[in-house]
């Protein structure tokens, strides 16, 4: 299978390729993705330019007709499209299927979001002259994914960019390729005019970098890693673009002594390893009081351990591969650093299965302080840590200490202290007796502090970004 770029309605043939490997079963080379040039990017940023103003006029019903026609096809298809997404990212089958449902149901979320069109008319405080404030297009955006969610995060940037009327070019992760490249075939049949859409496949330090500096891209959405949304960030501040980043996470949750502890294990087990740890929003530090701290570690010990790992592909396999060597590598190594530090690390052996695969077991590593490496930087892998709290008030204090604000949550049966932690947790998004991990599609995602940049994302208020308010005054 060839991943080409879509650039003006046309797919393109490109000489060169880089491999689509499966992270379960490395020999097997699912397919091979264009390595683009920048004159490739620059064309996609033409067509989407020369495009965009008649995608601005479009009416709302065929906004809508479009994005339900994406939406219709990804869940018709939900199926096949999670087995391609397991098969080259290494969440499980599971897992792969329901992100796929999810990019779905973002469609046909921001095809209704075509049909509810805001706007005010406001009398002005001039005699007989009207004010109307409505939303225009950003124009062209540019569209910049990770491969941890290599159908969820595009969908999730590239309706909500369809449905308030801007042209795309999307920039997907190389080493998740194939589902981009469905969900751009998706849209080419879609009815969408040419060039509105288009899809360019490369390296980010090359085509990504070149997006981002384009002087013809109006707007840029990233999700991937500090330091590179840190510089999109600073590159976006040259040709003054509207840019919103969501990057890292170091999300705690926090155990309370009057916990269920069932559901506490529970929550932490899905938080911290399930989709192998690959979340930006993973309970990657677990907070436990006193009271509990001892039970609660040696039943998430048993849990974690009782988790099948393997190929992402079988049925019950709890938890695939790490995505890449480099990853795997990061894992390890943080692991190590931790039991430098003095954690007690268990599990996070590598593995050796059936198939060559990027395989570890999870790990936690107990007995941390808030200091440490491993409670300060992402791991981005099936790694968490716990630290030992006094108290409710000291729990707070430690969650809070984080230059992350993703997502944080608390397990307890006291509403009090529920209710204080929503109000006090510094974070874009607070979970009670819930995981960290795993959100709603209808409503906004984002951080604070270090984690995100700019406007929200998903839910009506994706519109933020992705429009522009205009204020018209008339003299009728
Ligand atoms: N918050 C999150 O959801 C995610 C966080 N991460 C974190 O980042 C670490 C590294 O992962 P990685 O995939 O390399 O993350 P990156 O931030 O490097 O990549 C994310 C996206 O940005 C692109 N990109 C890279 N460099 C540039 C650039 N200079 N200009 C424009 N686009 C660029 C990448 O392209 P390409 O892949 O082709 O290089 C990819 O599409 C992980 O270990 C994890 O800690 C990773 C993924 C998601
Ligand atoms: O937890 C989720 O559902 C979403 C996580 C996410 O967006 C990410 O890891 O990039």
Redesign the pocket.
Known sequence: MDYTNLIAGSWENTSDGCANVNPSDIPDVIGMAALSETADMDRAVASARTAAADWAQATPQMRFDVLDFIGSEILARQAELGQLLSREEGKTLPEGIGEAARAGQIFKFFAGECLRQTGDRLASVRPGVEVDVTRAPVGVVGL??????PIA?PAWKIAPALAYGNAVVL?????TPGCAWALAEIISRSGLPEGVFNIV?????S??????DHPDVDAVS????????R??AA?CAKTLKKVQL????KNPMVVLDDADLDLAVAACLNGAFFSTG???TASSRLIVTEGIHDRFVAALTTAMQGLKVGNALEAGIQMGPV?DA??LE?NLSYLKIAADEGGTVIGGERLTLAQEGFYMAPALVSETSNDMRINRE????PVASVLRARDYDEALALANDSAFG?SAGICTTSLKQASHFKANAEAGMVMVNLPTAGVDYHVPFGGSKG?SYGAREQGSYAAEFYTRVKTAYTLP
């Open positions: 910049i994914t990770p491969w941890n969610f995060i920039k997907p992760a190389e080493l496949f490369g390296k980010g330090a085509v990504g970098q070149h997006l981002v990233f999700t991937g890693s500090v330091p590179t949304g510089a999109i590159a969501e990057m890292g996470g690959q979340r930006c995505v480099r990853q990061q992402e791991v981005f892998g993703l984690s």
